[in-house]
């Protein structure tokens, strides 16, 4: 497999680990919490990696092996509840909707910065600064090692699928589609 790649500022190279003093209160809270539960620690900078295949592409994996963070907003509740997704999978909304057990829309940056800590386009599965219900794509799980945004659009860390259901207590749940997606 060829070394995971990165781009820099418009330069092509390896994908890098980060050096700590210039971490981002993202990444030094996504950072805290896998140390925290006893995860190795595996950030790496990637450039610019809004979309599962540029993430999958930049750290040499499978699209499948990048954990897609999905935050919808309960239309009842007003909160947020998280779906964690393998790259290649979509959400469908009626299953989605009959796991959370209420009309699901979609999650506005405010509320996602208000429960996570993280913008959209770097939504980290853990780290985040209030708890959040999740759901597990069962696909996610089939690999050993995943990869998964680390708070910013340009960071992600790796992590053994198991941890990652461990830390955010994601119910292993089937809620991926090809129709009605969200």
């Known amino acids: 497999m060829p070394s995971p790649r990165v781009w820099v500022n418009g330069v092509e190279g390896p994908a890098r680990p980060v050096i700590v003093a210039f971490m981002s209160k993202s990444l030094k809270r996504v950072k805290a919490a896998l ?40 239309e009842d509740s007003g909160q947020a509840v998280l779906f964690l997704t393998a790259g290649g999978n979509r959400v469908c909304s009626d299953k989605a909707t009959a796991l959370a057990g209420e009309p699901l829309g979609k999650a506005d940056a405010k509320l996602i910065r208000a429960q996570t800590g993280f913008a959209i386009g770097g939504v980290a599965p853990v780290g985040h600064l209030n708890p959040i219900r999740a759901f597990a794509d069962p696909r996610l799980l089939e690999f050993d090692l995943i ?22 207590g994601a119910q292993v749940s089937d809620f991926t589609s090809q129709s009605k997606l969200m």
């Not at 950030?43 to 610019?48: A, D, F, S």
């Not at 998964?148 to 461990?166: E, I, M, N, W």
């Open 35 to 74: 140390e925290a539960a006893g995860v190795e620690v595996d950030l790496r900078e990637v450039g610019q990696a809004r979309t599962a295949a540029e993430a999958a592409d930049a750290v040499g994996c499978h699209i499948d092996q990048i954990a897609k963070s999905i935050i919808f907003r309960g």
């Open 147 to 168: 990869w998964a945004a680390a708070g910013t659009p340009r960071h992600v860390f790796a992590l053994k699928s198991s941890d990652l259901q461990q830390m955010t």
